[in-house]
């Protein structure tokens, strides 16, 4: 099963390549396991975009959110309690509308950008704003260069004023080769993909999810999800590989520090 969803996902970001943002972000998110019918049906105008969502005194910074680079923006669907519980279940289930007084959701956004070069803390600061105008997650396929960035952020209830949240760290899975994708950003798109969180977490509700893509997206976790996978192949590479006696007459030493010199 797992190979089969990595070469889903493979398939949908191949999408992207085209010039239909929408239906490629939808298949992507499709083919990690979520769904909804929680949208609305907006002009992808960013000017429409903020006419919709900016009705409130939040702030929104257009040069901070580089606005004036924004080519569309999608509203693709919203994911609460009810799309996890019923996850895997045949058929359309729901038919309500965006929901937008439930704070356990998250929020997914398309948004095409202007051909250029951007940091991760351009990206992090687009991701901030657009999240300013919500009060649940917004979560970002951000397409840019040939590549996309999957923009996640995380965010808590106010220690003092619990009617208030704060937005915490920006995470992004950042230039993902849509035509060539990396293998480290396909295992963590599976790493993030519904059927793989609830097998690992059991997750039954949007609390649960949430705390299941906050452990997944750990900064400790990856890095120790890559050293694993960095150290599996070395021990592999060292018991597989011929290097010429000229590295050395010793064939353990001479392999190790070949395969060490090659990592």
């Not at 649940?136 to 996309?148: F, I």
């Not at 965010?155 to 950042?174: A, G, P």
């Amino acid at each position: 099963m797992n190979t089969a969803t990595k070469q889903q996902i493979e398939i949908a970001l191949l999408a992207f390549s085209g010039s239909d943002l929408r239906a490629a972000a939808i298949g992507l998110l499709n083919s990690l396991g979520y769904q909804s019918e929680k949208t609305l049906d907006l002009d992808s105008t960013p000017d429409a975009f903020l006419a919709e969502f900016d009705k409130r005194d939040r702030k929104f910074r257009k040069d901070k959110a580089l606005f004036d680079r924004w080519k569309s923006v999608e509203f693709l669907f919203q994911i609460t309690d009810d799309e996890v519980r019923n996850a895997g279940a045949q058929g359309t289930l729901f038919d309500s509308g965006y929901d937008h007084g439930n704070y356990q959701s998250y929020l997914f956004f398309a948004l095409d950008l202007k051909k250029n070069h951007y940091t991760r803390t351009q990206l992090a600061d687009i991701t901030r704003e657009i999240n300013l105008l919500f009060d649940m997650p917004a979560m970002l396929l951000m397409r840019h260069n040939g590549a996309l960035t999957f923009s996640i952020i995380d965010r808590r209830l106010h220690k003092k004023d619990r009617s208030r949240d704060v937005l915490e760290k920006v995470k992004l899975i950042k230039d993902i080769r849509y035509q060539e994708p990396h293998r480290a950003h396909i295992e963590i798109l599976h790493g993030l993909a519904l059927p793989t969180l609830m097998a690992k977490h059991e997750c039954r509700d949007f609390k649960q999810l949430h705390e299941a893509w906050r452990k997944t997206l750990d900064s400790s976790e990856l890095n120790k999800r890559f050293f694993k996978e960095v150290a599996d192949w070395y021990f592999w590479a060292v018991r597989n590989v011929t290097f010429p006696k000229d590295a050395g007459e010793d064939v353990e030493v001479r392999n190790a520090t070949s395969v060490i010199r090659m990592i």
